[in-house]
């Protein structure tokens, strides 16, 4: 996930608010607040002027909003985040702005006014944004909003600064609601993989993740400009506190300082993703003689508790080939207690033969396309060949493992998989009855049983 996001600096423009002087001894940015303007909109009235497209807005309304961002330590630029309420927020907000340094005018807590009349309103990977324009590749997009026309839009209440408190949540239940929101996820951690690593790249946008004690994750997006860019991760456990964005259907938090992390805590346990089990076989193999199309590989599952594939392979051996000429990667999928795993080679024409989807489509040519004469493997994460079929370096031509135009049924009585290829515990029809086998070629669907077992 490697995207441009408007709040790192490509050129810093730094904005002289009081007139510009030769030297350090200047006056700060003025502390000028607006005491005679009032909301007289929400941002959900806002955000339904949105109609699809670009528009600048015309309504003269005024919206408020309590600043969560701040670019006090680099790792925010050219954005103020903002939510309508420092404590039971309902509604998150983002505003692009040409300011460097603008903590110096609207720091955390700080509650901002919002004339919006003449800017902007947009939405790009599903984020609402407003702001100025710019142009790129003919496309007109929300963009910063000039340094000269900020203090005609964006006014300080004269409001005391107050502790914005950061809505509570867990990685499960993060949402689109939740966008632009100050939140603390607590119990969380770096992967170990990143330990030792700083916390970005110099002078690039780097991801890092943290993930829950059950494995759930959520990326931490640094500024290679931020001044803790070099700081190492913290290895322990516990709380972060952060602005939420997202991206499409990604969600990614952005710390404002060191302050925002708080890991005391003892790491989680080593989260065990991998497994092995010797009740997973071979149960149906499929090489129909009237439609390739149809062809399948089923596994079974006599364990009485699911497992899960993350890591398990099947490997092809073509013909007499010694080395693997294909092979499917199982991670991401179960395979449920007593239940079956059907993978196809061609998932559309499975449905239209069989009457419902497999369990896994693949590509033709992979393991689960065999024209009945190669070998297969099951493996696990570890490395064990776990069930075979066939023998590796035998071309299964004329043998007693050919199921070329038919079939390969495991009888019912095998419970486990074997490494060993073991004819005794097959019944397999094909189109030459050699070595044992039955010559009796085989048809879709009539003569299979994807599913059953």
């Known amino acids: 996930m490697k995207r441009s996001r408007v709040f790192f600096p490509v050129v810093l423009v730094f904005v002289c608010l009081t007139g510009c002087v030769k030297n350090q001894d200047f006056d700060p940015i003025s502390n000028t607040c607006e005491a005679n303007l009032a909301a007289n909109a929400t941002f959900a009235d806002v955000k339904a002027l949105y109609q699809g497209e670009l528009l600048q807005i015309q309504e003269d309304w005024v919206i408020e909003g309590y600043v969560v961002s701040s670019d006090r330590a680099g790792n925010f630029f050219s954005v103020l985040h903002f939510q309508d309420s420092p404590t039971n927020a309902t509604e998150g907000f983002q505003m692009e702005i040409d300011l460097f340094e603008s903590h110096l005018l609207f720091e955390p807590g700080s509650k901002i006014l919002i004339k919006i009349k003449g800017l902007y309103l947009g939405q790009s990977r599903d984020v609402f944004r407003l702001g100025g324009t710019f142009a790129a590749f003919g496309t007109t997009n929300v963009g910063r909003l000039p340094a000269l026309k900020i203090h005609e839009h964006v006014f300080r209440s004269c409001d005391d600064i107050v502790s914005v408190q950061p809505r509570e949540t867990e990685l499960t239940e993060l949402d689109d609601g939740l966008t632009n929101f100050l939140v ?54 516990g709380w972060i506190t952060g602005v939420l964005i997202r991206e499409n259907d990604d969600f990614q938090l952005v710390i404002r300082n060191l302050e925002d992390i708080g890991f005391s805590n003892e790491r989680c346990e080593e989260i065990v993703t991998e497994f092995t089990s010797t009740e997973i076989f071979f149960s149906e193999l499929a090489d129909p003689e009237n ?163």
């Not at 030792?196 to 993740?209: I, K, N, Q, S, V």
């Not at 596994?299 to 392979?313: F, I, K, Q, R, S």
Request: charged fraction near 25%.
């Open 184 to 237: 603390k996820i607590d119990n969380v951690e770096f992967v170990e993989d990143e330990l030792g690593l700083p916390f970005a790249e110099p002078d690039e946008e780097t991801e890092r993740t943290l993930r829950d004690c059950h494995g759930n994750e959520l990326v931490l997006l640094n500024s290679g400009f931020a001044d803790f860019q070099a700081e190492r991760l913290p290895e322990g456990n």
């Open 291 to 453: 439609n390739t199309g149809a062809r399948f590989v089923e596994l079974y599952n006599a364990a009485d508790e699911p497992l899960d594939l993350n890591g398990w392979t099947l490997r092809r051996y073509t013909n007499a080939n010694t080395d693997t000429g294909s092979t499917i990667d199982f991670s991401g999928f179960t395979i449920a207690a007593q239940s079956t795993f059907v993978i196809s080679p061609n998932a559309s024409e499975f449905e239209n033969v069989y009457g419902f989807s497999p369990d896994m489509g693949v590509s033709t040519n992979s393991p689960a396309d065999s024209n009945g004469d190669d070998n297969l493997e099951l493996v696990d994460p570890f490395g064990t060949v776990i069930d075979v079929f066939g023998i590796i370096g035998e071309d299964g031509s004329g043998t007693n493992h050919e199921f070329e135009d038919g079939r390969a049924l495991r009888n019912i009585d095998v419970a486990q998989g074997n490494p060993i290829y073991t004819f005794a515990e097959w019944t397999i029809y094909n189109d030459t009855g050699a070595a044992g086998t039955i010559d009796q070629p085989q048809n879709a669907p009539d003569d299979f049983s994807p599913g059953e077992r």
